[in-house]
């Protein structure tokens, strides 16, 4: 039987879209749906790879297997990077992702598309039941539109339009998102380190 990567999420899209980007690996995928005790981690790091590295170790720690955690976020050099690491969480608690987007949208009334610039970031860490955590890094460079866009994907992607493109995220291709997304960069990164193991 296939040892078990467990991605620390409940979020069945970040399984799929991981499935997708690694290919046929000897692991068995599992989210923590399958761990209904797992203890919630407080994401209260200042960094993505502080977050990321957290969530990792203490889910691995807890259920005994390799551990896949990420943290990403989008960066707006209008709002001066924000929101950053509290991009989940941007509108307030609970996270709401329609919210974060007219937050969004309501701070950047009148900044005209030339100053729209952003980008995706995302830090992938990958805990070893023993403590160990290697990490990898992704992201992608674009701009914040200036109504939402599309259905697919999930967060700011509606918003964001990457450079060299004039859709959203939400509006791309599963297989185009992957290939040019800060998480599909840091996965195939975290895919190379898992085939190496």
């Known amino acids: ?28 995928v599992v989210t923590l749906n399958e761990f209904p005790d797992a203890p919630e981690v407080e994401e209260d790091g200042l960094t993505f790879r502080e977050n990321a590295t957290k969530k990792a170790r203490e889910i691995a ?51 005209p598309a030339q100053e729209r610039t952003a980008r995706f970031r995302c830090v992938i860490a990958i805990a070893f039941p023993d403590g160990r955590v290697e990490t990898t890094e992704g992201a992608c460079e674009g701009r914040i539109g200036f109504n939402p866009g599309g259905q697919g994907g999930f967060g700011y992607d509606p918003l964001f339009i ?15 998102k992957n290939r040019i997304s ?15 193991l």
Request: hydrophobic letters at 40%.
């Open 1 to 28: 039987m296939a040892a078990s990567l467990v991605i620390a999420s409940r979020n069945e899209k970040k399984k799929k879209e991981l499935l997708q980007i690694i290919g046929d690996i000897n692991l068995e």
């Open 61 to 111: 720690r807890f259920t005994g297997c390799l551990t896949l955690a990420d943290d990403s976020g989008l960066e707006v050099d209008a709002l001066g990077g924000r929101p950053g690491v509290y991009s989940a969480r941007f509108a307030g608690e609970p996270s709401d992702d329609e919210r974060n987007n007219q937050k969004l949208l309501d701070l950047l009334q009148g900044i």
């Open 162 to 176: 990457p450079d060299g493109f004039s859709q959203t995220f939400a509006e791309l291709s599963p297989e185009v």
């Open 182 to 196: 800060h998480r599909g960069k840091a996965l195939q990164a975290a895919s190379k380190l898992l085939r190496s």
